[in-house]
């Protein structure tokens, strides 16, 4: 199965679940998405980092979002997101915490934009 997230088709939003909660202050809420019993062989993510980086109110940081796509992801299954090189060289790192197999591919040589290309593992390997 596939799961994407990233714009809208009309580009006014994001495909991943963000919950906007009324009061004083604006809030956003980091929520785990909902896929039960599913899992995912591959993800894709198309500027969703500078999505999530541009709103300076949410509660998800990046590793909550990493977290959450690995909970998605079946092993063995893959992760592709395009976004821009420093969020993509900061998404690299995160991986190897999450002990995926990470590589980053620039996509064309006049652009900003690279893609981080990660599998998730059958089983974690050990830190030693």
Same mark, same amino acid.
């Given at each position: 199965?596939?799961? *994407?997230?990233g714009?809208? =088709?009309?580009? *006014?939003?994001e @495909?991943?679940?963000?919950?906007?909660? $009324?009061?004083?202050?604006? &809030? !956003?809420?980091?929520? /785990?998405?909902p896929? !039960?019993?599913?899992? !995912?062989?591959?993800?894709? /993510?198309?500027?969703? %980092?500078?999505? &999530?980086?541009?709103q300076?109110?949410?509660s998800? *940081?990046?590793?909550?979002?990493?977290?959450e =796509?690995?909970?998605?992801?079946?092993?063995?299954?893959w992760v592709i997101?395009?976004? +821009?090189? $420093?969020?993509?060289? +900061?998404?690299r790192? %995160? +991986? /190897? &915490? %999450?002990?995926?197999?990470?590589?980053?591919?620039?996509?064309?040589? *006049?652009?900003? $934009?690279?893609l981080? =290309?990660? &599998? @998730?593992?059958? +089983?974690k390997? $050990?830190? =030693?």
């Amino acid at each position: 199965m596939f799961l *994407s997230f990233g714009h809208n =088709i009309d580009g *006014s939003g994001e @495909k991943r679940k963000v919950r906007h909660q $009324q009061g004083r202050e604006e &809030q !956003y809420r980091c929520e /785990a998405f909902p896929s !039960y019993p599913r899992t !995912y062989d591959l993800v894709h /993510a198309d500027n969703l %980092l500078s999505l &999530q980086t541009s709103q300076h109110r949410s509660s998800c *940081s990046l590793l909550n979002i990493f977290t959450e =796509i690995d909970r998605l992801l079946r092993p063995e299954g893959w992760v592709i997101i395009r976004d +821009t090189a $420093q969020l993509v060289e +900061t998404a690299r790192a %995160l +991986t /190897a &915490q %999450l002990k995926w197999e990470a590589r980053v591919v620039e996509v064309e040589s *006049s652009s900003e $934009q690279r893609l981080l =290309i990660c &599998q @998730k593992p059958f +089983t974690k390997r $050990q830190s =030693i």
